[in-house]
């Protein structure tokens, strides 16, 4: 998912070390339309040809709407802006199919740029797609008090969390 979260980190770094944070929302928002308007321009010049090109561009202001109706970020805190983030998983999916579509862009600056945008993003989080296995909790011991209805703390992944089994309540 790397390659879904380099440029937001980038821009969020260059908000932290040259804004104060109350600007930082603005900077956000900001580069966000800037890159959307700059990338919109890119794929819709008549220099770039792309198979189904109208389709790519009305999709994605589709499903950008439709994100942004769901998660209504005007409602946000400002020390909250990574709420709705799952919201634009398929925004970013289809940026970055976007991005790698300009690897056969006829400029040979643009191709080794989004080349090296992908890459970078993808060594950037590299640490955080290999994880360890996570710790077995031998969760069929833990059937029998579910089955007999009794009161039990099941322990479940993320580590340290439990669900807690109330137990049946005796028939009436």
């Known amino acids: 998912m790397g390659y879904l979260h380099t440029l ?3 821009i969020a770094w260059l908000a932290a070390h040259l804004t104060d944070p109350a600007w930082w929302p603005a900077v956000y ?7 959307t308007v700059a990338l ?3 794929i819709a010049s008549p220099r770039l040809s792309l198979p189904g090109k109208p389709a790519l561009l009305l999709s994605f202001v589709f499903i950008s ?7 209504r970020p005007d409602t946000w805190d400002h020390d909250n ?11 970013r999916l ?3 199919w976007l991005l790698i579509l300009e690897f056969a862009s006829p400029h040979r600056a643009i191709a080794w740029t989004a080349r090296t945008l992908v890459l970078v993003g993808f060594l950037v989080h590299l640490p955080m797609l ?3 296995a996570p710790p077995n909790y031998h969760w069929a011991e833990h059937c029998d008090p579910i089955r007999r209805g009794t ?8 580590e340290g969390w439990w669900i807690e089994y109330p137990g049946r309540s005796a028939p009436r």
């Open 29 to 35: 928002n900001g580069s966000a339309f800037a890159l």
């Open 130 to 132: 290999l994880s360890p």
């Open 94 to 96: 289809l940026l970055f």
């Open 8 to 10: 937001p980190r980038l």
């Open 151 to 158: 009161p039990a703390n099941i322990k479940t992944l993320p």
């Open 40 to 42: 919109f321009f890119r």
């Open 65 to 71: 709407v439709a994100c942004v109706y769901r998660t």
């Open 81 to 91: 802006l990574l709420n709705g983030d799952r919201y634009f998983h398929l925004s």
